[in-house]
């Protein structure tokens, strides 16, 4: 079965958050603002992502995003950067065939070995262009976005 990769990212705080989206929001791997993870598209991870959607913003990124929030944003266990041997640990000859495995739902992200299942990154380059309260479809930044995660995510990386 062909799965999509999602790109979801947390943009608001958790005060005020009832526990099921808080508990929601960790089993995502989202503890806090300004963090991202890679999904696939199975119905239990669109469930977790509709009930935080008041908290994550979340669209299907290209290969080249994939390929850049690894390279500039991904980290192995130890808080360093992915480099050649832990690539080669995982059986990867380089960052590009991961981005590829991973954008065509052959690897999950969170089960990599040594690898952090999350990312950390910048509040996005000139800020976010409309409000962090509403639906993306409301003139807001919150929700399903689709294609325009690239975007958001390169200018947090």
Not at 6 to 11: E, N, P, Q, S
Not at 127 to 139: D, E, I, L, N
Request: glycine share 8%; charged share 35%; net charge positive.
């Amino acid at each position: 079965m062909d799965r999509k990769c999602l790109l979801a990212i947390r943009i608001r705080g958790g005060v005020n958050a009832s526990h099921r989206v808080e508990d929601t929001l960790r089993m995502l791997r989202m503890d806090r603002n300004n963090t991202a993870t890679l999904l696939d598209d199975r119905p239990e991870n669109l469930g977790m992502l509709q009930r935080a959607k008041d908290y994550v913003t979340w669209g299907e990124p290209t290969e080249e995003t994939v390929r850049l929030v690894l390279e500039k944003r991904g980290r192995a266990v130890g808080d360093h950067p992915i480099n050649v041997d832990t690539l080669s640990a995982l059986g990867y000859e380089d960052l590009n065939v991961l981005a590829k495995a991973l954008h065509e739902g052959e690897a999950e992200y969170h089960k990599l070995e040594g690898i952090k299942p999350f990312f950390r990154l910048h509040p996005p380059k000139k800020g976010f262009k409309r409000s962090v309260k509403r639906p993306y479809w409301s003139k807001g930044e919150l929700g399903y976005r689709g294609e325009t995660i690239n975007e958001l995510a390169k200018r947090m990386c």
